[in-house]
């Protein structure tokens, strides 16, 4: 057991991932101190942690529950910066009682919640709680310190293994943005060339001069289509601001496809990491390689906006309804892509959905949380 629990712990430390080692710490906490539940807030302000990351609970009742600072034992651990223990949790006299329904509710009595620290800050908070009145010893509060602060590693680590995908990435854009403009963009440049010495050489035949200026216009789109391209791997960044991302996209769509894609910002949205970014991103992506494939729309409109308190992206088009009949694919939102949208979201409390509407048309919505920001 005991050997077991060892490598449970290396295993968080070795997580390269915010979301999995969080999720990670509840299980541990539980099975390593042996309380019948453990869970996880993130910080989601300066002065509020919101619970997210649950193991052994019965209910929902404490899922994205909001622990603003100084109220109940996470809020009181957030004003103090230490421990704080009750052994029967709607009677103690030392933590303030704004959540008694949802305590009750997931029927817990005793319970234990300590800072999770990354570098100097507080990130988390850490709970071990029981369904029975119980005196937490020190040896409880220190195991769960313990775990903690591995988690505060883990995080650390996955802030520095996120840093360094970064990176990667952003090298490889500058790559395949060298090898486009060296290989494509060199190849279209000459084909452009040798059309146009032909249209000289062939005055006198309409026909074939007809032939041309269609291959010259088809080579002229190409060209532009290359050029988006290549913008967007220079530019592009989950830092970059969200609104010029989906634009470029749109542009790039309407490049391609000769599809009227317009980008509509409803109102200003509040910066997010790099994970919701890239996200939403996807999601238009995936939305507008749909139509590109299936819908023959006549235009597409993307929008972005906030709502419920995080941001939204809405990709809708005025397809004819033939996508199914004629590629045979499955109804909408059970696709490969999609399914992998909707787990990335679920990762970080989000949603993606995909509907068909009335007019034969198909919407695709993609929702993420506001990031939980550092204290």
Request: hydrophobic share 40%; net charge negative; proline share 4%.
């Amino acid at each position: 057991m005991l050997g077991g629990l060892l490598r449970e712990r290396e295993e968080l430390l070795a997580t390269l991932d915010r979301v999995a080692a969080l999720n990670g710490t509840a299980r541990l906490i539980r099975e390593s101190i042996g309380t019948h539940s453990g869970f996880v807030a993130e910080l989601a302000g300066p002065e509020q942690a919101v619970i997210r990351w649950m193991s052994g609970t019965r209910t929902d009742a404490l899922q994205d529950l909001a622990v603003p600072i100084g109220q109940g034992i996470g809020g009181r651990v957030l004003a103090l910066g230490r421990p704080v223990r009750v052994n029967d949790y709607v009677s103690s006299p030392s933590i303030t009682h704004q959540f008694d329904a949802q305590v009750r509710g997931e029927g817990l009595a005793a319970m234990i919640a300590v800072p999770i620290v990354s570098g100097t800050e507080t990130v988390a908070i850490a709970y071990a709680a029981m369904r029975e009145r119980r005196d937490f010893g020190d040896d409880a509060v220190q195991s769960l310190e313990d775990i903690a602060t591995e988690a505060g590693r883990a995080l650390k680590l996955a802030s520095v293994a996120e840093a360094d995908r970064e990176t990667a990435l952003s090298a490889e854009r500058l790559r395949m943005q060298s090898a486009l403009h060296d290989s494509v963009g060199a190849l279209l440049f000459s084909i452009g060339v040798q059309v146009r010495n032909l249209h000289e050489d062939i005055s006198d035949n309409p026909a074939l001069e007809s032939r041309l200026r269609r291959l010259e216009g088809d080579v002229s789109a190409a060209s532009r289509a290359l050029r988006e391209s290549l913008l967007a791997l220079s530019e592009s960044s989950p830092e970059r601001a969200l609104p010029v991302e989906l634009a470029e996209h749109c542009r790039s769509f309407q490049a391609r496809c000769g599809v009227p894609a317009r980008f509509v910002q409803l109102a200003p949205v509040p910066r997010l990491d790099a994970e919701r970014t890239g996200l939403l991103v996807a999601a238009v992506r995936e939305g507008l390689l749909n139509v590109e494939k299936h819908a023959e729309a006549l235009s597409v409109v993307v929008s972005l906006l906030p709502s419920e308190d995080g941001v939204q992206v809405v990709v809708a088009d005025d397809g004819t309804g033939r996508r199914a009949e004629e590629d045979d694919e499955p109804e909408p939102g059970t696709g490969m892509g999609l399914r992998a949208l909707a787990e990335r979201a679920a990762r970080v409390g989000g949603r993606v959905s995909l509907v068909r509407d009335e007019d034969d048309g198909c919407t695709l919505r993609a929702w993420v949380p506001e990031p939980c920001r550092r204290r």
